[in-house]
């Protein structure tokens, strides 16, 4: 889906709307569930739309740098396998804590930003040498 939307759309775009696709892919389990946010389901929606956004960006950083899926595929399979510890371990309701909630969106924006600036200085390093 990135290869075909950076062909129409910028970076930012493009991990908007597969974020929120992704979004839209759990929703029945957030609203109908309340996956991963049992006590604030609309509100969690919401969050984890954010939470989405910000992660396919930060994904599809690894995919365009690493030249292959791999890197973003093993860096999803850790979030998942982070999150699933946290959401055992951490008794801090999901809307402001980790995995999910306002601190992860907070400390999953300060990545997103040192990846843009490394996408940027690669991306530079790359033009400098041709």
Not at 20 to 28: G, K, N
Not at 56 to 69: A, D, Q
């Amino acid at each position: 889906m990135l290869d075909e939307l950076r062909k129409r759309f910028s970076l930012p775009v493009a991990s908007i709307m597969i974020g929120a696709a992704w979004s839209l892919w759990h929703a029945p389990l957030i609203i109908l569930f309340g996956y991963n946010y049992p006590a604030d389901r609309l509100l969690g929606l919401l969050l984890y739309t954010m939470v989405c956004v910000i992660w396919t960006y930060i994904l599809s950083i690894l995919k365009i740098l690493g030249g292959s899926v791999i890197p973003a595929a093993a860096m999803h399979g850790t979030i998942n396998a982070m999150a699933a510890i946290m959401l055992s371990t951490i008794p801090v309701r999901r809307i402001l804590g980790m995995p999910v909630g306002l601190l992860s969106i907070a400390s999953s924006a300060t990545v997103l930003i040192l990846m843009i600036g490394l996408e940027r200085a690669a991306r530079s390093l790359r033009a400098s040498r041709e």
